[in-house]
């Protein structure tokens, strides 16, 4: 059962910090970043798809499951309803292996939205003494730079 983090050892800044207004769910997206965890609702500019044709003859667009996920790092960026989780956060995430990305071009980068809800759900905060970022994973992420 998941619960709001509560003011018990925390100070008036970092209870602030963990319990977003009306007691929503918040994750601790990056070391000491807090951001209200929400359902996703992005739908993409693009998709990869294929046609396929009907048997009267119309065509119908299929996306391709493989590529359906994968979005460009700055389009997502502060647009999950997370306006504090910027490029950089995003990207840092991915060099430090918590998030799958690519780069398949030099000026694009791609951010995989099912890692990266996967991430989100790994960093919901259920006991507030009970961070997801232990020291090892701290390490990573100061090293993804």
Known sequence: MMKTPTNANMSPESSA?????????MAEVTPGKFVP???P?????????????NPDGSYNIV?????????????IAGDVDMP?????SLRRLI???FVDGMQ??????????????????RVRIDDPD????????????????
């Open 17 to 25: 910090e963990k319990c977003g207004s009306f007691g929503e769910m």
């Open 37 to 39: 965890l929400v359902a």
């Open 41 to 53: 609702v992005h739908v993409p500019r693009y998709v990869l798809g294929k046609l396929l044709q």
């Open 63 to 75: 996306p391709v499951n493989e590529w359906a996920g994968w979005v460009k790092l700055h389009d």
């Open 84 to 88: 504090d989780l910027s490029a950089q």
């Open 95 to 97: 060099i430090a292996g």
């Open 104 to 121: 398949p071009t030099p000026g694009i980068q791609l951010i995989n939205l099912d890692s990266l809800f996967e991430h989100l759900a």
């Open 130 to 145: 009970d961070s997801w970022w232990t020291p090892a994973r701290r390490r990573a992420w100061a090293a993804a730079r």
